[in-house]
């Protein structure tokens, strides 16, 4: 499975962001998909993930803010976000699996590392105040 990111940049707090994920490879119709992030010094913590039957997940933080969109024909993965705040600085990584469900945590306390095996290259967003 592979996972090619592209978007992010830097933008002033209450700016607008976009993210892109493509997932290519041995991965089929219905699979986990999502979004993580990490700031330095801190551990990498979900943002938004659909799971393969659509139902999407969003960690509080970014709940009202962010917006996860996916193109079933594309296999591509979508993170809109608006009013950006600084907290929301970091490197995201696009994270996939094949399974069609997350485990329990995720559904109750959003995108959990666990559930996914996959992981894009990186890409850098920077929210300044």
């Known amino acids: 499975v592979q996972l090619v990111q592209s978007g992010g940049g830097s933008v002033q707090a209450g700016g607008s962001l976009n993210l892109s994920c493509v997932a290519s490879g041995d991965i089929y119709n219905k699979y986990c998909i999502g979004w993580f992030r990490q700031a330095p010094g801190k551990e990498r913590e979900g943002v938004a993930a659909?799971?393969?039957?659509?139902?999407?997940v969003y960690a509080d933080s970014v709940k009202g803010r962010f917006t996860l969109h996916k193109d079933n024909w594309k296999d591509t993965l979508y993170l809109l976000m608006d009013n950006l705040k600084p907290e929301d600085t970091g490197m995201y990584y696009c994270a996939a699996d094949r399974t069609r469900y997350f485990s329990d945590a995720a559904y109750t306390h959003g995108p959990q590392k666990l559930d996914f095996g996959y992981w894009g290259q990186g890409t850098q967003v920077t929210v300044s105040s």
């Open positions: 659909i799971d393969g039957d659509g139902a999407i």
